[in-house]
């Protein structure tokens, strides 16, 4: 873990509203010099503490306008191995994330589609016949607010 001063905390909220503020913009933001905000961004990295940087889609805009959370319960846990199912579901394009986890389901899925017509091929001809899938539940997203996280 690494230890973040007052500074750090506010360079990595910036990066998160936009990641692709250059480390000029950052430092007059901040009150750094370019050299010092990307020895810093650097120093960040480095240690792990940033993993990378993200387009955000705009789904609606590319024809993509449901979202559906899935829950899913493998039925044959031990006789299809973890990997087998993630590496299947992975293959799925409309699959945006896959998350392995505890509790009622196995796995967590953000599934996006052009409508729910479109959701309902995808669920039928791709995610139910995946090797092991038992029960599914899925929630349809209504609406989303990004949320500042831990750092505020």
Known sequence: MIALD???????????RDATQGAGALGRALGLSQPAAWRRIRRLHEAGAIKGRRVVLDLPALGLGVTVFLGIS??????????????????IPEVQTVQHVLG??????RVVARDLPDFER???RRIMTLPGVGQVDANVLL??????????
């Open 104 to 109: 009622l389901y196995d796995y967590r899925l």
């Open 143 to 152: 609406s989303e607010e990004r949320r500042p996280g831990p750092l505020g």
């Open 122 to 124: 995808v669920l039928r």
């Open 74 to 91: 493998l039925a044959t846990k031990g006789r299809v191995s973890l990997d087998d199912f993630e590496r299947a579901v992975s293959a």
């Open 6 to 16: 007052a500074t750090d905390r506010a360079l990595l909220r910036a990066l998160a």
